[in-house]
């Protein structure tokens, strides 16, 4: 379904993805991990255009995604896109934020997207929360507010960039729980993440990243249990003891 | 100062009109009115194409933005008043011509403040509509503009503010807004500068606070929807 080859990326003078070669398959759950400035958020930003690339090809279903021509409209409109940072829109409500797009693209009328935003809401266990301001939720549910917001444009691809890391600790679970429950209805997904559980329980494989590489490739039993790659090694041990990292301690 | 009142104050309200042109403070809140109405929109376009992805817009309306911001709106006035015909072929009135010089002096101020309203809401909001599939110019409409403007809404009010005060520039090309119907009548009376400009100071400043005060209402109205959080 995805393919990249021999993709480069660079800011400037500093070369943010180095010759990325890999292929994810239909229905595949993929966790993308590594250190920060790994190029893990780079790498599935690119998917979707939000970074654009120098060198190499990457290709949605046999077609070439940054050929000049390609309609990037139409290409982001089939790839769901969740943040970090949630962004949701504080002006509209839950429901609004979810209906905002397919109305404005011309997919559903403002009734029928109305009633799939209300159905999203409900599967994302928030369908008391419709007419609630974002402002007005919990980072969990703002995040969750944030899938259905991309589950909304039906896509047959979603990429996470680390969505439960502005969160606090007991709503993590939450986010991941409505993740999970995606990734078992056969959604092909991309997650930046560090959540191990996750990775161990529904990820079909492990891409570990660093200086713009990826690394290692393994499932997810392997590489949080032998991980190969020294760099691997020694990030799997840092995430398992976090307080063992930094310095003073 | 009773009688000075009570003989010109229709003439300070409205010129010669009825048996001549329009004029006085009502010529002045003609003139502030339509450049507000025309230079905010012109506003939005200058400061939506500053930020354009392509040079061939941006260029131009950044240059506009330097050599307007650079020149006292006197000088604007004049090359409309004099430049400007000979350019068109047609002599415009001094009414329009105050007016154009308006609405393009305040469109460039406008779109300063747009832009700095659309860059400091921040990447995130517009990727976030990219990444659903809208048109940058959906994005802008639908989710960036309708929270920058609330933002932007002080530093709009100044402007518009400022506006009302430079109508009184129509002064220097014979416009008979209500600075020069003042001075006319100073002209007339003759023994009392004091009170006829104190009227037209008093007339300026229930101008711009009652637009401040509209403004204010208009702020405080939007403040009940909750505000953006910044998230954790």
Known sequence: MIRFEGVNKWYGSYQALVDIDETIAKGEVVVVCGPSGSGKSTLIRTLNRLEPIQGGRIEIDGRDIHAPGTDVNALRSRIGFVFQQFNLFPHLTALQNCTLAPVQLGRLTPAQAAEQARALLDRVGLA????????????????????????????????????????????????????????????????????MGFAREVADRVLFMDGGRILERATPADFFLHPQHPRAQQFVADIRRPFAAGPGF | MRDLIDTYWL????????????????????????????????????????????????????????????????????WAYFFLPTLTGYKTGQFSTMLIALVVFDGVYLAEIVRAGIVGLGRGQMEAARSLGLTHFQALRS???????????????????????????????????VSF??????????????????????????????????????????????PPRVPA
Not at chain 2, 52 to 69: D, K, N
């Open chain 2, 11 to 78: 003439y300070f309200l409205v010129g010669q009109y009825p048996k001549g042109p329009l004029g006085g403070l009502a010529l002045t809140v003609l003139l502030a009115a339509l450049a507000l109405l025309l230079a905010m929109p012109l506003g939005l376009a200058l400061g939506v194409a500053r930020l354009s992805l392509w040079r061939a817009v941006r260029w131009p309306v950044t240059a506009l933005v330097f050599v307007v911001r650079g020149t006292p709106l006197l000088m604007v006035v004049f």
């Open chain 2, 181 to 226: 119907i003042a001075t006319q009548i100073n002209t007339q009376v003759f023994t009392k500068p004091a009170q006829v400009y104190l009227c037209l100071g008093v007339a300026y400043f229930v101008l711009c606070f009652g637009l401040s005060r509209l403004a204010y209402g208009i702020e405080s109205r939007g403040k009940r929807r909750p």
């Open chain 1, 128 to 195: 008391n929360k419709a007419d609630a301001y974002p402002a007005e939720l919990s980072g969990g549910q703002q995040q969750r507010v944030a899938i259905a917001r991309a589950l909304a444009q039906q896509p047959p691809l979603m990429l996470f960039d680390e969505p439960t890391s502005a969160l606090d600790p007991e709503m993590v679970g939450e986010v991941l729980a409505v993740m999970r429950g995606l990734a078992r209805d056969g959604m092909t997904m991309i997650c930046v993440t560090h959540e």
């Open chain 2, 143 to 177: 989710v960036v503009l309708p929270q920058a403007l609330r933002h932007m809404l002080p530093s709009l009010v100044n402007q518009f503010v400022s506006t009302i005060k430079e109508t009184s520039l129509g002064y220097i090309i014979g416009l008979s807004e």
